[in-house]
C-alpha cells in the first residue's frame, strides 16, 4: 500500500480533557476529578497513614508516646477521616469559594498541621529523633500529595501545612515564615495554573467551534441533496450514510446501516463495463472516483456520481471504505439533451443534417456492396415562405411541426425523416426499392402534405416538391447522391412544383442552364432588358377597349425571347420577383399616362409583393410620379394571398382601396378552393382563367356550366368578369352569352408593345373579333422535308406546320380532297393522312391516328431531330 492518499489510515479522536469545558482555575482546585470533588474520596486514608507512621516510630525506638503529641496526632486522623461527609455534603449543594476553601483548610490543612506539630512535639521532647520525624512528615505529605490526585491546592495545602507545623515547634517565627512563604507559592501557583487554564480553554473551545462549525457546514451540504458521505465496514455494510440518501431511497437511516453498500445502487440496468467496474473495485480494495452509478429508486431515473478509498487502522488491517457522492441526475439529462440538439431537429424532433449525414454514410459505407442501396428524397414545401411572411415565424414553426407528423406518419417503417433545415425536409430509404413503389410513396407524400392545415384559427395550403437519387446508380458517395437529389428537386419545382422527379444525368445541364438563366436575368434587371407588352382588355357589350394587361416580356441578347413561365419561377425563386414588380408597377403607370383617360391598365401583383408592407407607398409613388388617377390602374391578385387569411390581409386590402386602385381576383378559381374571402375582400373584377374557356364550347364539357357559376356570383357581388384566354369566335359567342362582361384573348389582339399599344389606341377604342370560328390543335411551325406514297409513285414535300392530328403540307399541286397518302414522317415512321382540303401547292392533311406527344407537347417523331433554331420557326402557336 502506498501512503499518496489511496487510502485512509483510522486514527482514536483524542477526546477532549473533561476539564477542558471548566472555567480557568478549577483545575488549579479539583484536579481531573469530573464530579468536581474537593477532597479527593481517598483522603480518608490519611488517618490510616497518619496512624501508621506513629505506631512505626514508636515501635522502633520501643517508647510509650507522651500523651499530648500522641492526642494530637490522633485528632489529626480524626479530622482527616471525615472526608466521607464532606463529599455527600459536595454532592448535594454547589458550593462557593469561601466554602471550598473552609473545606480545604479544616480537612486538608488542619490535620496535616496537626500531623507536623505532633511530630515536632516528639522530636522536641526526645521521644523520637527529629531525623525519624522529619521522615514521616515528608512520607506522609508524599502520600498526601498522591491522595488529592493533582489538586494543586490540596496538595500545596497539605505539603504547606504539614511542613508548617513541623516548623512551629522548632520555632514559632519560623512556623510563621514558613506558612506565609507557602501561601504565597500557593497563590504564585493559582495564579500560574489560571492563565494556563485560560489558554487551554481558549484554545479548546477554538477548536470545538470550528469542529462544530466544519459539522454544522457539512450537514449542510448533505441536507441539499448536493452531496452525501457513507462509511463500510470491512465486509462491505454501511456503518454511516447521510439521511438525504436515505430518504431518496424511501428508507430511514438506522435501516441503511449495516446493509450491504450495493443495495444503494441498482446495478442490473448499468452497463456490464459500470457494473465490474464497481464490484472489482470493492473486491480489490483500490479507490474510485467519479463512478457513475444509477441508484435504487423505481419512481425515478436518478444518478450518482461516487468517489471511495479504503481505510486501514493503525495496525495496517482493512477497516472498509470511506467516501462520497453527488446527484448526477441533472447532468445526465444536460448531457443526453445537448446529445440530442447535437443529432436532432430541436423543433420538430426529427433526425438533423447531421445525424442524417451520418445514416447515409453509414449507409453508403456498408461493408456488404448489396447492402449500400438506398434511395434519397429531397423535400422542399411550395409557398411556405409565403405562410412564414405573412403569419409570422410562429406560424411557421407550427406548420413546420405539422409537415414532420404527416412525413413520418407516411414514410413509416420504410426510412428515416429527418429536417434539413427552413422547410427543406430529407428522407432516406435503405435497400433496392423499384421505382415505381418509390413514386408511389413520393406521390403519397406529395398529397399528404399538400392537404389543408389549420394553424392559429387560419386555414392555410402549401405544396410539396420531391427530387428522388438512388445508390448506386445515381451515386456512390453522399455528397455525390445529396448533389443529384438537389438537381432532382430543382426539376420538379421547375416542371410546376407539386410533383417528383428522380435525377437523370441531363439534370447537371439543365443545372447549369438554370444558373446561366438566373444570372442572366439579374442583369437584364439591371440594364433594363425587360419589356412590358400589354394585351387589350375589350367590353362585350360595346366591343371597345377598356384597358389593357401589363404582361412582362424578355427578349434574351442570345437567345431571343423566352417565355414568362421559364424566367417567372426563376425570379420567384431568387427574390428577383419584388424589384421586378416594382420596376413593371412604374412602367405601366408611366405608359398609362399617354392614353386615352377611358382606358386602364392592370398589372400583376405576386403574393411576395403583397405580403410586403410598403406596397401602398409604391403605388402611390408610382401614380404620383406618372400623374395618372388612381381608379385607372387595376391590381391583378391571386387567390394564394388568402392561403393565410389574417389582419395583414385585410390592413392590406384596406390600405389599397385607400388609395383608390381597383382590385381583380386573377385566375379565379384555380387555386385556393375557399369562397370565404369574398365576403369581406374588395375586388372590382373576377377574371375567369383561360383554362375554364378553353373547351368549353365541346360537347360534354361542363366548363360553360362553371363560367355561368363564376358569372353569377359576380353579379351578385357588383363585380365585373374577364374571360380570358378566348381565341375562337365560338368561345366568344359563348362568354357573351354566359354574361361576361369582358374579354381578353388573341380573338381581339395579341399583346402588343408599348409603341405599338399607343399607336393602336391612336387607331380607335373599337376592336374587332377576328380568328377561327373553332378552336383547333396546338400546332409546331417547322419547315421539314418528307415523302408521301400514293398508288406506288412518291413524292416530296415541306411540313409547313404539324399538331397531334394534322399537317400543313406544301409541294404537291391541287391534290383532291379526300386522298390518302402514306406519310415519312421520320426513319421508320410511317402515317396515314387524308387531304381534307388543297389550294394551289398546299393541302391540310388529317391523320388517321394521332401522333404520341413528348414531355414538352411536341410531336414525338420529329422532337429528335430539329430542323431550324429560328425561335419563330419553333414557337408554339395557335393556328386559325
Known sequence: ????????????????????????????????????????????????????????????????????????????????????????????????????????????????????????????????????????????ALVATIFQSGRLIGVLAAQVSVWSGLTCVASTIGGYVALIIGLSIAIVTYKRQYKIDLAVRERVEKDLRAQSRAQEILADYEETGQG?????????????????????????????????????????????????TLTFHLSARSSFSDLAVRAAVAAEERWWSINGRPTY????????????????????????????????????????????????????????????????????????????DTLGNPAGDALLKHVSQRLERVVGKMGRVGRLGGDEFQVILPGKIERDLLAQLAERVIESLSQPYSIEGSR?????????????????TSEALIRNADLALYAAKDGGRGRHHFYAADLHSDAEERRKLEEDLRDAVTTGGLELYYQPVVQVSTEKITGFE????????????????????????????????????????????????SVRVAVNVSPLQFSNPSLPM???????????????????????????????????????????????????????????????????????????????????????????????LAEALGMETTAEGVETLDELDLVRMLGCSHVQGYIYERPLSATNALARLSTGLMAIAQGPRSARAVRHSMLRKVMLEHAEHSYDGMIRNISQTGALIEGLWNVPAGTMFRIHLAENHIVTGTCRWSSDDRMGVEFSTPLALDDAGRVAALAARPVSSDYDMIVQRKVG
Not at 487510502?7 to 478549577?26: D, K, M, Q, V, W
Not at 430518504?247 to 453498500?261: D, K, S, W, Y
Not at 457522492?325 to 438533423?352: C, I, M, W, Y
Not at 420531391?466 to 448506386?472: K, M, Q, S, T, Y
Open 460 to 476: 392555410v395550403m402549401i405544396g410539396a416538391s420531391v427530387g428522388i437519387a438512388l445508390a448506386p446508380d445515381d451515386g456512390v
Open 228 to 276: 452525501w458521505f457513507w462509511e463500510t465496514d470491512r465486509r462491505g455494510h454501511i456503518t454511516y450514510l447521510s439521511s438525504p440518501v436515505a430518504e431518496t431511497l424511501g428508507r430511514a437511516v438506522n435501516q441503511m446501516i449495516g446493509r450491504p453498500f450495493t443495495e444503494l445502487f441498482n446495478l442490473k440496468e448499468l452497463s456490464g463495463e459500470g457494473e465490474r
Open 618 to 712: 409604391i403605388v402611390t409613388n408610382a401614380l404620383a410620379n406618372a400623374q395618372v388617377s388612381a381608379d385607372r390602374l387595376e391590381l391583378e391578385i391571386t387567390e394564394s394571398v388568402f392561403l393565410n387569411d389574417d389582419e395583414g390581409t385585410d390592413q392590406m386590402f384596406k390600405s389599397l382601396k385607400a388609395i383608390g386602385v381597383r382590385l381583380a381576383l386573377d385566375d379565379f378559381g384555380t387555386g385556393y378552393s375557399s369562397l370565404g374571402y369574398l365576403k369581406t375582400a374588395p375586388f372590382d373584377k373576377i377574371k375567369i382563367d383561360q383554362s375554364f374557356v378553353r373547351g368549353a364550347t365541346q360537347p360534354g364539357s361542363r366548363n360553360g356550366a362553371i363560367i355561368s357559376s363564376i358569372v353569377s
Open 313 to 388: 487502522d493503525t495496525f495496517n488491517n482493512f477497516a472498509g471504505f470511506r467516501g462520497s457522492g453527488t446527484d448526477l441526475t441533472e447532468k445526465r439529462r444536460s448531457q443526453e439533451h445537448a446529445s440530442r440538439l447535437a443529432h436532432f431537429d430541436s423543433l420538430t424532433g426529427l433526425s438533423n443534417r447531421f445525424r442524417m449525414s451520418q445514416t447515409l454514410e453509414k449507409i453508403l459505407l456498408a461493408p456488404q456492396v448489396h447492402n449500400r442501396a438506398c434511395a434519397v428524397f429531397l423535400l422542399d414545401l411550395d409557398r411556405f415562405k409565403q405562410v412564414n
Open 550 to 597: 401589363a404582361l412582362l416580356r424578355w427578349n434574351h441578347p442570345q437567345h431571343g425571347w423566352i417565355s414568362p413561365t421559364r424566367f417567372i419561377p426563376v425570379a420567384e425563386d431568387t427574390g428577383l420577383i419584388a424589384p421586378i414588380g416594382e420596376w413593371a408597377l412604374r412602367k405601366a403607370c408611366q405608359d398609362l399616362a399617354t392614353w386615352p383617360e
Open 1 to 140: 500500500m502506498n501512503s499518496g492518499g489511496d487510502f485512509a489510515r483510522t486514527r482514536r479522536r483524542e477526546r477532549t480533557p473533561a476539564t477542558a469545558s471548566r472555567s480557568a482555575g478549577e483545575n488549579f482546585v479539583f484536579g481531573n476529578d469530573p464530579a468536581k470533588h474537593l477532597i479527593s474520596l481517598e483522603w480518608p486514608r490519611m488517618a490510616v497513614v497518619m496512624l501508621v507512621a506513629l505506631v512505626l516510630l514508636a515501635g522502633l525506638n520501643l517508647a510509650i508516646p507522651p500523651l499530648l503529641p500522641t492526642a494530637i496526632i490522633l485528632g489529626a486522623a480524626g479530622l482527616a477521616a471525615t472526608p466521607l461527609a464532606a463529599a455527600r455534603f459536595e454532592a448535594k449543594d454547589v458550593l462557593s469559594s469561601g466554602q471550598h476553601m473552609a473545606l480545604v483548610s479544616g480537612i486538608v490543612a488542619l490535620p496535616m498541621f496537626l500531623f507536623g506539630s505532633g511530630m515536632g512535639l516528639f522530636a522536641q521532647a526526645g521521644v523520637f529523633a527529629w531525623f525519624e520525624c522529619i521522615a514521616a512528615v515528608a512520607i506522609v
